[in-house]
């Protein structure tokens, strides 16, 4: 479930109520000419990640704990503009097994958003916000496709990789992946003038 938790000071502020994740504001220096961004990065896959991103809220998953999986943060880049970025761990010697044969293969597992609301005003509100996703691969069509609330997922599959796009509360960024019969794992990013957000799911075939 979803929970929200917002430091004492800056409730009245800001005027925010929810239940589920966890949101902390913190007043963060902004330029007028700053550009919020996002993006995809490749990372090191077996050591500690350090993302371009300060501040931050991180969410992360894998298999076991050497696995697959993913990380993703979300928070100050340089010192005028918010950032988000994700990266896939695919250690050597890991990955997906290969598709079955038939018409479909369904999945079901957790995702994770890394978010930074308010991102034009000068204090960026960070949020991390979770759920269960239910998740169809069409093998026939390749399409790779699934919602949950503020996420959808509309894919596309090339073998065991993955792309497509994936649009969280009505934000679209790219989606990227990997899916196998036994597991489906993404990875997804936008940006806007007053929004950032990066996550991932990793889910289990049904």
Not at 141 to 160: H, M
């Amino acid at each position: 479930m979803r929970s929200l938790v917002i430091s004492g000071l800056m409730l009245a502020a800001i005027g925010l109520t929810a239940c589920g994740g966890t949101t902390v504001a913190e007043p963060m220096t902004v330029n007028p000419s700053r550009i919020n961004s996002s993006n995809f990065t490749q990372g090191n896959t077996t050591g500690p990640w350090r993302p371009n991103v300060s501040n931050t809220q991180a969410v992360s998953d894998r298999v076991g704990t050497s696995g697959i999986g993913y990380n993703a943060a979300a928070g100050v880049r340089g010192r005028y503009a918010f950032g988000a970025e994700a990266r896939l761990l695919i250690p050597t010697g890991t990955g997906v097994s290969a598709l079955p044969t038939g018409a479909a293969v369904q999945y079901q597992g957790p995702y994770q958003v890394a978010i930074i609301n308010n991102a034009d005003q000068r204090v960026g509100i960070k949020e991390k916000y979770t759920g269960t996703i239910s998740l169809t691969a069409n093998l026939n069509s390749g399409a790779f496709t699934g919602t949950d609330r503020d996420l959808t997922i509309a894919g596309n599959l090339t073998g065991n990789d993955l792309g497509g796009t994936a649009t969280f509360r009505d934000i679209t960024g790219p989606l990227k992946g990997l899916v196998g019969g036994d597991v489906a794992l993404g990875i997804f990013h936008a940006s806007t003038d007053n929004v950032v957000f990066a996550g991932g799911f990793l889910a289990q075939s049904r």
